[in-house]
């Protein structure tokens, strides 16, 4: 570790699970920090697949609003669907922002 803008994180688990996750992550032939990490990546750039499993998951916890979880769901398809319609990716529209606040950087 070493680096001082490193961050620990710390998921509490009963063992069944956490034998169960290691055990599976070894067979994947992947560590749990790389896995966590992955993960937590795949989350941030809005990976389909990430987003595939967290909607999955909220609408089958019963700590999650599944009238909630359809809409946001509802709501990333139809932002989706505009963004194809419209031609353009995340990337593109990114490179948009940085055209602009190089042409305005009051904005």
């Known amino acids: 570790m070493g680096k001082t803008n490193e961050k620990r994180v710390y998921v509490l688990m009963n063992e069944k699970l956490h034998m169960d996750l290691k055990i599976r992550l070894d067979h994947l032939n992947i560590g749990l920090s790389e896995f966590i990490r992955a993960c937590s990546d ?53 490179d948009i922002f940085d055209i602009i606040e190089q042409d305005h950087p009051e904005i």
């Not at 941030?44 to 609003?65: A, G, L, N, R």
């Not at 979880?69 to 990716?89: H, N, P, V, W, Y």
């Open 42 to 94: 795949g989350l941030i750039q809005q990976h389909p697949i990430m987003e595939q499993f967290v909607d999955h998951y909220k609408e089958t916890s019963e700590k999650h609003s599944k009238k909630a979880t359809k809409l946001a769901k509802k709501d990333r398809e139809e932002s989706d669907k505009i963004m194809k319609d419209l031609g353009l990716d995340l990337d593109e529209i990114e």
